[in-house]
């Protein structure tokens, strides 16, 4: 039994299936062809799922945010003897704090560590003797954490079986990955820190993919949710060779993470002959010392627009991301990400407040100030859907207090909805809105809902 330890009351985290446990799924399966392992993934409904399936083996992936649920999960499993595994970016950047019901913890990239492990649970049920031959594993061992070798990344990512979609839920909208880690640093992401260096699969492999998709699930969007998918320019134009003669193009639409810098008129058409209808860009800032200090690159306000007018150009939507209270960041700065959102053609975007994510160097300043610790800390401020509990935020700014920023960043939330109610519905992602809507009618009165009876009590 997988679980995926999200917060099923968020409509963005119940979105879409978590592959990464898809992947585990098929690497046992391609490890252990000979025997009859059958799984179950989950992200609710785990007492249940536990009388019915009665799984020998359990493992849990969380990240930061929600660490508490996935404890919570813990609690459940341990109350059945059931010997669980972690694994998930937040135990492989804190693997101190695997909880002591847990047998042991996947450390990073964990397709071959996960086969590993089940190997020493069907030969030994997990001893520590076994368990400390695994390279990639913490674990416990006379109450001491005790962590193995690092275990090297994947050189050859093609040699990853494609994830077991046959356990998850899979819409006509649906995702992949074509490469694992990025090659920028960014200092807010713990991606890139979490991959270590960028892989790619073959555009071959990528496109056995996309043709699998669409012969088997019948899909007909593919969002690409690589870090950066345009990073290896030579690998696109393979990949659109490789569908033309498949007979793929034009017979899927898709969506993928792009950057600025990247952009440029033959890329912008590339990826319009791809079949790219949107693409996302982390452009973080209208303000350039704001800028700098977030991507940690000499990247411009001036490039990312040009990087809008170029894709628009090509007939493709741009969505964007936005950070606001780094910890220097003025009032003024704030507005010219304001201004900067207003005055641009982009048809959606986002904003978050900088949140400090273990691994990253922003958790590293958030530390020094004690902002925030690893031991005895509420996880849960570190989502970033700040609008659903805006009192628990995280706020680092040195010069804004925490209501002047909650007030810039529901400023620029209105400026959201008003830019998606005008824009939406002629984006190639409209066909998702009625959905989108509707769960997140249901999310907000849940919300309202806990608030009051929390104000009751």
């Known amino acids: 039994m997988l679980i995926n330890a999200i917060d099923i009351d968020s409509e963005i985290e119940r979105r879409y299936p978590n592959l990464g446990l898809g992947y585990l799924a098929a690497s046992v399966r391609r490890r252990f062809p000979d025997i009859d392992i059958q799984f179950r993934i ?18 849990i992936t969380t990240v930061s945010q929600n660490f508490q649920i996935a ?34 913890a996947c450390i990073g990239e964990s397709e071959e560590t996960f086969a590993d492990v089940v190997r020493c649970f069907i030969d030994d049920g997990l001893s520590t003797t076994s368990l400390g031959q695994v390279p990639g594993v913490a674990f416990r061992n006379q109450g001491k954490i005790q962590i193995t070798n690092n275990r090297e990344p994947i050189a050859d990512i093609d040699t990853i079986s494609m994830p077991a979609r046959d356990l998850l839920p899979i819409r006509k909208h649906t995702y992949m990955f074509t490469s694992r880690g990025c090659p920028y640093q960014c200092t807010f992401c713990s991606s890139s820190r979490y991959w270590g260096k960028t892989r790619f699969f073959s555009a071959e492999y990528v496109v056995d993919e996309i043709e699998y998709l669409w012969k088997t699930y019948h899909v007909s969007m593919i969002s690409f949710f690589d870090d950066l998918f345009i990073a290896k320019r030579s690998r696109l134009e393979e990949m659109i060779r490789l569908m033309e003669r498949r007979n793929l193009l034009g017979k899927i639409q898709f969506t993928c993470n792009s950057r600025a810098n990247l952009i440029d008129d033959e890329m912008a058409r590339l ?14 800032s209208g303000d350039e010392e704001t800028l700098r200090y977030l991507k940690c690159t000499n990247i411009s306000v001036n490039q990312n627009q040009a990087a809008i007018n170029t894709m628009k150009k090509a007939g493709i939507a741009v969505n964007a991301s936005f950070i606001i209270g780094s910890p220097n960041e003025s009032r003024k700065s704030i507005m010219r990400t304001y201004d900067f959102i207003r005055n641009s053609k982009l048809d959606l975007f986002d904003v978050y407040i900088l949140t400090p994510f273990p691994g990253t160097p922003v958790w590293d300043y958030a530390k020094q100030r004690g902002i925030v610790s690893e031991d005895d800390f509420d996880w849960s401020r570190l989502s970033v859907n700040v609008y659903r509990n805006p009192e628990k935020a995280i706020i680092l700014s040195e010069t804004l207090s925490k209501e002047e920023i909650i007030g810039l960043y529901k400023r620029l939330k209105r400026l959201r909805l008003l830019r998606s109610v ?8 409209r066909k998702d809105v009625p959905r989108y809507i509707w769960a997140r009618t249901v999310e907000f009165i849940m919300d309202s809902l806990c608030k009051k009876r929390s104000s009751f009590q």
């Open 42 to 59: 989950a992200d609710s409904n785990i007492p249940h799922i536990l009388q019915s399936f009665k799984p020998h083996l359990a493992g």
């Open 71 to 104: 404890q919570n999960h813990m609690d459940i499993l341990s109350k059945h003897s059931l010997p669980t595994v972690w694994g998930g970016i937040h135990i492989s950047t804190l693997p101190h704090l695997l909880p002591y019901e847990a047998v042991a």
């Open 271 to 284: 990826l319009s002959r791809l079949g790219v209808v949107s693409s996302g860009f982390g452009m973080e």
């Open 422 to 429: 005008i824009r939406v519905w002629n984006h190639p992602l």
